[in-house]
């Protein structure tokens, strides 16, 4: 009887169990549709059926067109050879701080993680100073290219190592999160059974992060595809048609016609990112293997002699994309005129007085800025940890579109994001009869549209590490499902989780592209107001507003930091 | 004649009292934040009781949220207040455009609005040469651009991506001192298109280019602001943009609309233009310091209708000549 009793509580608990998965499920689902699948489709829609006809031979003749092919093959090449790059020097950075004995590790995984910050149009800018005609470097070195030769950066080539260097960080944070993981046993024992460390590097190190490197590198990939500002600068002068420029081109087109092209161009953009998404759940299908991390104690590697040029080597790349461009915006905001020559006499301070005082436009977008950072990386990790759980350890047909969904909305130019957005919102949502449009609410939605894969897939990273048996455990005596989030699931992914939200709010934070169509007079990001300071041709007050940008994140991390103790390990993706 | 005297009194009085515009206006403009806000704040003062709502961009993005209105059947402003006259053209001949034939153009040159009345140019921005002073010696024509001597070394903003570069371009293919020999001669001397008139500028003030095809306000600036450039009006002309308002057919507030049109051609408003470092129009308005007269620049005309018509052969053209 007492045993009937217990096995018929328990089964009502499993009951209630599922029955909570599946409404957490579903508000997941709903949160995928009103974020990302509503506004996307709805500019699909624009796409290939602009004024409700639906029209196969206009978009017949948009694909036969030779430069919609050659872009999309640029875009092909720069987005797999700059995500190789990425990953080689993210990879690398990774093992480094992670696997190794090297010292100063806490500042150099800040110099590192700190160019995220860094907008890419300044630090392409940085480059093509540092290797034109007019450097000052490479002239003191003799290598300065002669005047009215081609700079070497405006090519294929230029961009992907420019957008490789730019994207490292993304693929450090990930592969650094899944080797942070690793138990220092498995290697010792395979260590005292006769291996070298780099044979026991290759055959279990890098087997157990193949999971943070696979996500890494597909993340540098789809940032690549999407990535503005490099191809822009060095492929407009440099001759490289990507589809991202050629979908700017057309949407300076005017007429009806351009702006269903530009909406049907971007699927195909889309579909280049759903090809990497793909491409990486093939590569994680293949092999398997899962670790639990709460108890045992990281892994060191001794490098011995190698420590101090790994250090190094560490520390050039770190400071060169983290100084060079940051050298690059500070000379520029400490003159009054853009070209001047920084001297004792023509240095000055105005632009710094004027961005922090005499602007209350700029201080109003820096707190914008800041609330919406902040909001779409709480957000998004709020739903993330739930989505990703079903995504690894639940999947089902439904959770799969929703997540290849949110891919799309990342790989999306944010210009489009935001054009989906208006088209969306524009009339009153139906119902509530609440309108969004010129608030804003609907810059928020947008990036949530367009960000929700950065905070996404560390965590399914993270999830795609861990042992399920003490979930499973869990749940076969009965846990609830919330209970299980909170005892079991958040404390481990919460070190992957962490690292999401902070890419989100640094990404989000100097973000341009989505919010410039979306701003108003009394609403404006920090963002769009830099790029409307160069637009009208205040470049070296724009500057200044970025170095105050750098500035602020900088201490912002260093007052997280302050609380390191109490917080859960791990979660600071920058600290040690 | 008392008689008289009161008829035009009482005119006046009604005048005043059913005209004075009030009720909500919205603006979509692509002056630069600073100048859109004197502007307006200008208008308000003027004209109290209407309640401006504006959202600033740059002219394509302007577009592109309009054409995304009109794609949702919803077109939110009155008043269009945008930099050139192709892309409002294009709006007129889409029917978008609501002609106002009592505005006030009395004073103005006929080149500088609509003959239909729907558009009206509110002041000159040329595009000439801009040129680091440190570097270049001062130019005088468009062909100074071509010598054999310096190569690579213009910025040359793409019209493929900037609405002043095709506005630019569209001109000077059409005049037949300058034409597209000029474009072949720079491709010819290795000069790749930037992406549009900022990057330019950048380009010639931080000397990796040495001359630049700009506009000549944001060269005076940066010149006003200390950075080596200056810039030349060159003898064979210049083409420009006149920063043309017009009200929407769809407008909701038109009687505020026409009050807007109304400022921008009043002689107030061209002393605002002067004093925010743009050539007026009106021609008793002076030039700002440093600029000169309106009658000493010798303007190449556009055709607009020409100009929408020619455009993808145009592209076309100057994708082939510079590749891309």
Redo the contacts between chains.
């Keep these: 009887m007492a045993w009937m009793k217990s096995k018929s509580l328990t089964l009502s608990l499993r009951d209630r169990a599922v029955r909570t998965e599946i409404s957490v499920l579903t508000v997941l689902l709903v949160f995928v549709t009103a974020v990302a699948v509503a506004p996307l489709s709805r500019l699909l829609f624009e796409g290939i059926a602009p004024s409700g006809v639906f029209d196969w031979g206009r978009i017949q003749r948009i694909f036969n067109q030779a430069s919609v092919w050659r872009a999309a093959v640029n875009t092909l090449i720069m987005a797999t050879g700059s995500a190789a790059l990425a990953t080689l020097i993210g990879a690398l950075l990774a093992a480094a701080v992670a696997v190794t004995d090297i010292r100063t590790k806490a500042s150099l995984v800040f110099c590192v993680i700190l160019p995220l910050m860094i907008p890419p149009q300044v630090a392409t800018l940085a480059w093509i100073n540092l290797f034109g005609s007019s450097s000052t470097l490479l002239s003191m070195l003799g290598l300065a290219a002669e005047a009215g030769t081609r700079h070497p950066l405006y090519s294929l080539e230029g961009i992907i190592i420019v957008l490789g260097l730019h994207n490292a960080p993304l693929v450090f944070l990930a592969v650094r999160a899944s080797l942070r993981a690793l138990p220092s046993d498995l290697v010792e024992a395979a260590r005292s059974e006769g291996a070298s460390p780099l044979r026991a590097f290759l055959s279990i190190v890098l087997p157990l992060a193949r999971s943070g490197l696979i996500s890494g590198a597909a993340l540098a990939f789809v940032s690549a595809a999407g990535n503005f500002a490099v191809p822009a600068m060095l492929g407009i002068p440099g001759r490289v048609p990507t589809l991202i420029t050629l979908i700017y081109q057309r949407l300076s087109d005017y007429g009806q016609e351009a702006f269903a092209d530009v909406a049907l161009l971007s699927l195909s953009l889309g579909a280049i990112a759903v090809s990497g998404l793909l491409f990486q759940s093939w590569l994680l299908r293949r092999r398997d293997i899962r670790i639990t991390s709460l108890t045992a104690t990281p892994l060191r590697f001794s490098l011995g002699p190698w420590r101090r040029p790994t250090e190094i080597a560490c520390w050039v790349f770190a400071l060169g994309v983290l100084v060079l461009p940051l050298l690059a915006l500070l000379s520029t905001a400490l003159v009054s005129g853009y070209g001047q020559a920084l001297t004792t006499e023509t240095a000055t301070l105005k632009n710094f007085t004027n961005a922090l005082f005499h602007h209350t436009m700029i201080r109003g977008a820096f707190m914008t800025s800041a609330w919406l950072a902040a909001a779409t990386a709480v957000i998004l990790t709020i739903v993330g940890i739930p989505l990703a759980y079903f995504i690894v350890w639940r999947p089902n047909s439904l959770v799969r579109v929703a997540s290849a969904v949110l891919e799309v909305g990342y790989a999306l130019p944010g210009t489009l994001v935001a054009l989906a957005a208006i088209l969306l919102l524009i009339k009153p949502i139906p119902i509530i009869q609440v309108s969004l449009y010129g608030t804003p609410w609907i810059i928020l939605l947008a990036y949530l549209t367009n960000r929700s894969v950065l905070s996404l897939r560390p965590i399914v990273s993270g999830f795609m590490q861990l042992d399920r048996s003490l979930e499973e455990a869990a749940r076969v005596v009965g846990a609830g499902f919330f209970r299980r989030l909170r005892d079991i699931i958040i404390p481990l992914v919460a070190p992957a989780a962490g690292a999401g939200a902070i890419l989100v709010f640094l990404t989000v934070l100097t973000e341009i592209q989505v919010s410039v169509l979306l701003v108003t007079s009394s609403t404006r990001t920090i963002g769009a107001s830099v790029y409307f300071l160069e637009e009208s041709g205040a470049t070296t007050l724009a500057a200044a507003v970025g170095v105050l940008i750098v500035v602020a994140v900088f201490c912002l991390m260093l007052f997280v930091s302050s609380f390191k103790d109490r917080l859960p390990k791990g979660i600071l993706p920058w600290a040690e | 004649m008392k008689r008289l005297l009161t008829a035009s009194l009482l005119a006046l009085l009604s005048g005043t009292a059913f005209a004075a515009p009030s009720g909500k206006l919205v603006v979509y403009t692509s002056q630069?934040?600073?100048?859109?806000?004197q502007t307006i704040d200008a208008f308000k003062a003027k004209y109290p009781d209407v309640a401006v709502?504006?959202?600033?961009?740059?002219t394509?993005?302007l577009?592109?949220?309009l054409?995304?209105?009109?794609?949702?059947?919803?077109v939110?402003p009155d008043v269009l207040f945008v930099a050139d006259t192709?892309?409002i053209g294009?709006l007129k001949r889409?029917g978008r455009l609501l002609p106002y034939a009592e505005a006030p153009t009395t004073p103005y040159d006929k080149a500088f609005h609509d003959a239909d009345r729907t558009y009206f140019g509110t002041k000159i921005v040329a595009t000439g040469i801009a040129y680091?002073t440190k570097t270049a010696k001062r130019p005088t024509s468009w062909s100074d651009l071509t010598a054999p001597s310096?190569?690579?070394?213009v910025a040359l903003p793409?019209p493929?991506?900037?609405?002043a570069a095709?506005n630019h371009l569209h001109t000077v293919a059409a005049s037949p001192e300058i034409g597209w020999s000029f474009y072949a001669a720079l491709a010819k001397n290795?000069v790749?298109?930037?992406?549009g008139n900022?990057?330019a500028?950048?380009d010639?003030?931080?000397?990796?280019a040495t001359y630049g095809i700009i506009a000549d306000g944001?060269v005076m600036?940066?010149?006003?602001?200390?950075?080596?450039?200056d810039f030349v009006y060159p003898k064979e002309g210049v083409s420009y943009i006149t920063e043309p308002a017009a009200i929407l057919k769809t407008a909701r507030n038109i009687e505020a609309a026409k009050a807007f049109i109304d400022f921008l051609l009043s002689k107030e408003a061209q002393q605002l233009v002067a004093r925010q470092g743009n050539i007026p129009i009106h021609p008793e308005v002076p030039a700002p310091e440093g600029f000169p007269k309106l009658t000493d620049i010798k303007l190449l005309p556009l055709d607009v209708g020409q100009a929408?018509n020619t455009?993808k052969e145009v592209k076309e053209k100057f994708r082939d000549i510079?590749?891309?």
Excluded at chain 2, 67 to 74: H, I, L, S
Excluded at chain 2, 150 to 153: D, L
Excluded at chain 2, 221 to 229: E, H, L, Q
């Design positions: 630069t934040p600073e100048v859109a806000q709502e504006w959202i600033r961009n740059g394509a993005q577009m592109n949220i054409r995304a209105e009109v794609a949702a059947g919803d939110k192709i892309n294009q889409e680091n310096i190569k690579a070394q793409s493929l991506y900037s609405g095709l290795g790749a298109p930037v992406g900022g990057p500028l950048n010639v003030a931080g000397g990796r944001d600036r940066a010149k006003a602001n200390g950075s080596p450039v929408i455009d510079f590749g891309g």
